[in-house]
Every structure is written in structure tokens, then in C-alpha cells.
């Protein structure tokens, strides 16, 4: 099996893929703190949680929006599966094209999305990917990146509010009832995700209307927050939350055989 980490801002995602097929993924939060050892230990806890064998990890691969923690992983990788951890950015060989004006500034999350999305679906995508931030990446059928938006992720927006705000109290994202709150939380909560909503359909209603290729671009959703939102937010035409494990898999399969050829 192949491990396959994802290291956002706030937090990782970890998977085994199996062939095509992610078997296990686990979600962490991300810490820079954490030594190799420390990531060894975490790594071969989450396979006993799933009762996989340590020695069916073959190999891995990462893909990091993190520099700090990008290291020790690796390292702790090796410690826990005797691999050595093949770590995808704009310098990998992938059969993909950045055209933007800055390609080495293009993080890793967006290049492997870009590689999954266009092996996978075949044409035009607008990737929506609800982390830390909330990213739009703008994908060809053929594999080129154009470019997207950033925008501040929906718990960013949250912990910014309540924390900026004296009278506002912390409050748990759950999708609302309704748009009306009768409660201040009720009220945070409408604001914050349907203030998501509507950003993402008004954003990706600006791309399509910028779109050069004459093709409608299909809107996937992908991130932590995903699955919460598709249900409110019609414009996701389709939730994969595990777009950018399987893009990793995809990206090792390519190096790995470009390596031993």
C-alpha cells in the first residue's frame, strides 16, 4: 500500500492507497512542533486504529503547504515503514502545466489537484477546496493550471469573527435550519456558511464568465468542509473528498516509474 499525507494549514490529511482505491484516511491537526519520532509513533498508530499491517506500507508520498513540517515527516515516515517519502511540488516532473506567471509559488495541494482532476474527470474543472483557506483552481481537461482565487476558509472566517468581535461567543459550525437565527450562535452560523455559500456560487459564476476555452467547467468540491456545504450549495455538482490522496497516488505511479525507467 502506499501512504499518501496531504499537510494543510490546519490539518493533514492521511490515507493508504490501495491500487486506485484510498482504503484508510485519517485527519490530524497539523503541528510543526512534532518530531520525526513523534510523527513515526502517530503514523503507526493510525494503521493499528485500521488493523493494517506496518510492512504493507510500500511506499509514500507527500504533498505540503507546510515547509516546517515537511521534513520531519518525511523522516518520521522513513522511521515508522523504512520508505523514503516522495515529496511533490512545482519541481516534480508531473505531466501537468502551470500556466501562470509564478509556477514555483504554486502550492502543492493545487499542482496535485490538477493532476487528479483532469485524469480523473476528463474535462474542464473548477476545483472548490474548503481548508485553512478556500482555493479555486481553475484546471483544463489537458492537464493546465490557469490559475484561481484564495479566499478565507469558512472556520477562518468563523474564529476571525468571534475573536475580533467581545460580544460574539465561540461557536460550533454545523449546517443552520434556517437563515433567520433567533440565537446569536444561530446567527453566526447563518452567517458564516451561507456567506460561504453564496461566495462560492458568486465566485464561480465570475470564473465560468472568464472561462477561455468555450467548455463549462465542471465545480468539484473537495476539503474538510466539503460534504457540509455541497448540500447547501447547489453549484458543487460533485463532492470527492478525496481528490488530492488519489492525486498523490497518481503523482507517485508517475515518478516512481520515471525513477526505475
Known sequence: MLLVCDVGNTEMTIGLADSSLIVSHWRVITSSSRTP???ALLLRS???LDQVAHAAVHGAAIGSVVPSVTA???EGI???FGVTALNIDANSALPITLDVDEPQTVGADRIINTLAASRIYERDCIVVDLGTAT?????????VFLGGVIAPGVLTSLETLTRRTSKLPATELRAPERVIGRRTEECIRSGVLFGAVDGITGIVARIRAEWPTGRDPLVIGTGGLAAMLAPLCPTLEIVDADLTLRGLQMAYALLSSELSG
Open 72 to 74: 520531519p515527516l518525511a
Open 46 to 48: 493510525l494503521l493499528d
Open 135 to 143: 482555493t479555486y483552481d481553475c484546471i483544463t481537461r489537458d492537464a
Open 78 to 80: 522513513r522511521l515508522a
Open 37 to 39: 519520532h513523534e510523527f
